[in-house]
């Protein structure tokens, strides 16, 4: 974003990256959990909403996860359905949310972006970019065999992944003159990552990706023209 500053040469746009995508190191995370979210109303403050937990990258709210016990039935329908609830009645801490997730305990977390229907909530079941489930068990530091819950956690907002997912696999399309907002799906985010390590030691032979029809093989193309490009 541009910022007026006087870097002793007079007043001049300077530009201002909110976050350092090639070092994923270089930024501020945190997770605050009962993040209390205020309205400023005619009537005064008051407090309107507590999500679970809300994760910061350099102070501004990128994912929303709300966490629920699993004895509740249909406890990650309701869940989602909380989610898009807080997105009418807090929306302003959704305008720069990006992944938005449902967990019941440890079992299959859904995710999903703003203005997501509940339908197109989705499964993140792989451990990539961890090469084996031993590698985030040790990480992790547990006896057991890592549980849904961690898969999904430690992939989708592994630091490297969380901003790749912001910057190279969200994109906007225009559908029944709405402007929908889209994120990658598991199997998209790591067909893309996949090619673009094969273009990186590139040899002679290529490659194919494997789809099954309605699976986004459209949207797979955009993400790996973003990626490549970048």
Not at 16 to 23: A, C, H, K
Not at 71 to 96: C, G, H, M, S
Not at 143 to 171: E, K, R
Request: proline share 4%; with cysteine.
């Amino acid at each position: 974003i541009p910022v007026m500053q006087d870097l002793w040469k007079g007043k001049k746009n300077q530009t201002v990256w909110l976050f350092d995508f090639n070092n994923p190191q270089n930024n501020s995370y945190k997770a605050i959990r009962q993040f209390r979210v205020k309205m400023l109303e005619w009537i005064g403050i008051y407090e309107k909403n507590i999500p679970d937990v809300v994760v910061f990258v350099n102070g501004i709210p990128l994912g929303v996860i709300e966490c629920k016990a699993p004895t509740v039935e249909n406890a990650l329908k309701k869940w989602i359905d909380q989610l898009i609830r807080y997105q009418r009645e807090i929306p302003k801490l959704f305008w720069y949310a990006n992944m938005l997730v449902s967990c019941a305990g440890t079992s299959w977390l859904l995710y999903g972006s703003t203005n997501t229907p509940a339908s197109y909530y989705a499964f993140w079941k792989t451990v990539y970019p961890y090469a084996t489930e031993e590698e985030l068990k040790n990480n992790i530091k547990t006896i057991d065999s890592p549980t849904p819950q961690d898969v999904c956690i430690h992939s989708l907002f592994h630091t490297g992944n969380f901003l790749d997912i912001l910057q190279n696999f969200t994109v906007f399309e225009n559908e029944n003159q709405k402007v929908v907002k889209k994120v990658a799906r598991r199997q998209q985010f790591q067909a893309v990552r996949k090619m673009v390590e094969r273009l990186a030691e590139w040899k002679e032979n290529g490659w194919v990706v494997w789809h099954t029809q309605w699976s986004g093989k459209s949207l797979t193309m955009v993400y790996a023209a973003l990626k490549t490009k970048r």
